[in-house]
């Protein structure tokens, strides 16, 4: 059994009479990357902000490496990358790496090293010593991803890391996370780029009006089902009604059949079953479920609202 | 929710990591025990790393160098006008017209001085913890093991670097310039020094305090407004004290209470004026009435209060 690292139960914040989150509940373990996803307006932010012991819930529990959150001791060994990250400009970036290390207690020796290096790593090397305010907006998420992982966290909290990022940037993030879940650190990302998360992460949630509507493990709904589109002639009502046997999600358009299967075993029975009603078969192509697809699926049509 | 096609099997167990839990905790521990200190540095380390970098970041701001260019332009402007003074003062004027004119002006740009101190404490701090809390600058650093009323303490320390400097030679270069000039060399200058001061302590600790909850103009506004008051209400007991009238003299009082700034003030011109000036009661700071001792500690206590309000309401708010 993995260590839980954030273990939050009906976690709940109001404001006045307005809930903004009103059940939280989830578990992440070590190691793990955790994809956060929901509509604007949902309860992500304020959720993050009580993990993170920025804003006092009203109601639940939460525990993070075991210890309620918030404290000292735990900030000590988390990291955060607020979205649009923003500093005194006027630093240059590894001033306020050396300052972001030494708010987290890190001994000069130790950052005297660490600070090129961690600029190396989010390709700021040779800018370090450049003010931040001569920075576009995707190399500030990139110092901001530096000051994150500068005490190496347990845990790492990225809050939309990828906005304003470019290809190159957004492999960056996605390598970091990876790095970060390698050495042992669970890694909080919250997102609306549907894209990267499904790269990134091991498992999802979804929020929407403040309460976790779902929780899957990442490619577990594709491999809990499968889509496939079959080309075929001839496809006669008997084959349509024995196809019924299998699934009964299945639409026929020309020569084109769609159906879902809830176990890719049964496929080789779907083939044989229209081959022997006389069809004639063409093609089998399985159809991927994307995460996009799953989040319009749990959210409705209308997300946003 | 509504019907899904899709099959939504919540993932019920915990997850499996990656690799080995047991490696992965190890690592982890191992790490921690790097950090030098593991509950973050000690509160005298984060108040002077804000410290510093408050004053750095209001060293940058235009405001200060356009309010020290005033300043100095005030001085220079001054100085001129004490050359030509002295140069003109005739023998048969006594020392004691020649003092009463010197001082007079000298009194002027001391006041002067102390409404550009006043207006520094007030717009450098409006700023600092409102627009980082509505910029989310805040947030990377408030999630620092570092306890949040630290942040406000070294801020605020920051600013008093700031504003001593401001003051010392805003006002010290002008009692300098008058001494160098005239030979009146004030009975308690460092206490005038010290008065005005702790005006701009009380401006800078209430500011600060109103940036907790409330806008950057907001809070701005609330602190020249109280200025404002304080200023009238001085006016209103000089005025209530010279024609007897004690209900004015109490509402001075009251304004003095709710913001201690122009009583500051006023018990400094008196105490920089020569004595027998001062009872004479001819220049227009000397009224007859002086704020006593126990208002400059309770604008001090009052100082004090405001700085640790602030501590207390950032440390309790949302960010």
């Known amino acids: 059994m993995a260590t839980l690292t954030i273990n939050a139960s009906r976690l709940r914040k109001s404001y006045g009479t307005r809930a903004a989150v009103r059940d939280l509940t989830i578990q992440v373990g070590r190691g793990e990357a955790f994809g956060f996803l929901g509509p604007n307006g949902a309860g992500k932010s304020t959720s993050v902000k009580m993990l993170l012991g920025l804003v006092k819930p009203t109601g639940g529990n939460a525990l993070l490496l075991g210890q309620p959150v918030g404290t000292r001791a735990v900030r000590a060994r988390i990291g955060f990358l607020p979205e649009h990250f923003r500093f005194y400009d006027w630093l240059s970036a590894s001033e306020l790496i050396l300052f972001h290390g030494r708010l987290c207690g890190l001994a000069e020796d130790t950052l005297r090293h660490k600070v090129p290096r961690l600029l190396e790593r989010v390709g700021l090397g040779t800018q370090h010593n450049k003010p931040i305010r001569s920075f576009s907006k995707g190399m500030m998420q990139r110092v901001g991803l530096a000051q994150a992982i500068v005490n190496d966290p347990e845990i790492l909290f990225l809050d939309e890391p990828t906005s304003g990022l470019d290809p190159a940037g957004r492999k960056l993030v996605r390598d970091v996370i990876g790095e970060q879940c390698h050495r042992g650190a669970t890694v909080f990302l919250n997102s609306h780029l549907l894209g990267e998360v499904e790269q990134s992460c091991d498992r999802v949630a979804f929020i929407r009006d403040g309460i976790i509507v779902g929780e899957y493990q990442m490619n577990a709904w594709q491999s809990a089902q499968t889509e496939v589109e079959i080309k075929a002639a001839r496809v006669s009502s008997v084959a349509m009604e024995r196809l019924k046997d299998f699934t009964n999600n299945l639409h026929l358009k020309g020569e084109t059949l769609r159906l879902r299967v809830t176990e890719s075993s049964s496929l080789p029975h779907v083939v044989r079953c229209l081959v022997e009603s006389g069809a004639e078969v063409f093609s089998v192509v399985p159809q991927r479920v994307s995460l996009e697809d799953l989040f319009l699926q749990v959210m409705g049509p209308e997300p946003g609202r | ?319």
């Not at chain 2, 004690?246 to 122009?262: H, N, Q, R, T, Y």
């Open chain 2, 1 to 319: 929710m509504s019907e899904s096609t899709i099959d939504m099997r919540a993932a019920t167990d915990t997850p499996t990591p990656q690799i080995d839990d047991d490696q992965l905790n190890a690592r982890a521990m191992e790490e921690v025990s790097n950090l030098n200190h593991p509950f973050g540095p000690s509160a005298l380390q984060t108040t002077l790393l804000i410290a510093r970098v408050t004053f750095r970041e209001a060293a940058r701001r235009m405001i200060l160098w356009i309010a020290l260019l005033a300043g100095i332009g005030f001085l220079a402007f001054f100085w001129t006008a004490l050359y030509f003074v002295t140069k003109h003062h005739r023998p048969h004027t006594s020392i004691v017209d020649f003092r009463e004119g010197v001082v007079m002006m000298t009194m002027m740009v001391l006041y002067a001085g102390s409404m550009m101190t006043s207006l520094m404490a007030v717009l450098t701090s409006c700023d600092t913890l409102s627009g980082e809390i509505a910029s989310g600058t805040i947030h990377a650093i408030a999630t620092k093991p570092v306890q949040r009323w630290c942040i406000v303490l070294g801020k605020w320390v920051g600013f008093v670097g700031m504003l001593t400097l401001y003051v010392l030679l805003i006002e010290g270069g002008t009692i300098l310039l008058s001494w160098i000039q005239s030979g009146y060399r004030p009975p308690h200058g460092s206490a005038v020094l010290c008065l005005i001061w702790l005006q701009a302590m009380v401006l800078l600790g209430i500011t600060m305090a109103m940036s907790t909850n409330f806008s950057s103009l907001t809070s701005g506004a609330i602190s020249l407004g109280l200025y404002g008051l304080a200023f009238v209400g001085g006016w209103i007991e000089q005025f209530g004290s010279l024609r007897h009238v004690k209900a004015c003299v109490e509402l001075g009082i009251l304004s003095s209470l709710i913001m201690p700034s122009d009583a500051l003030w006023r018990r400094a011109a008196f105490i920089f004026q020569p004595p027998l000036l001062g009872a004479a009661g001819v220049t227009p700071f000397s009224g007859t009435l002086v704020p006593s001792e126990a208002m400059v500690v309770y604008a001090a206590v009052y100082a004090l209060l405001s700085v640790l309000l602030a501590q207390f309401l950032f440390s309790r708010r949302d960010l």
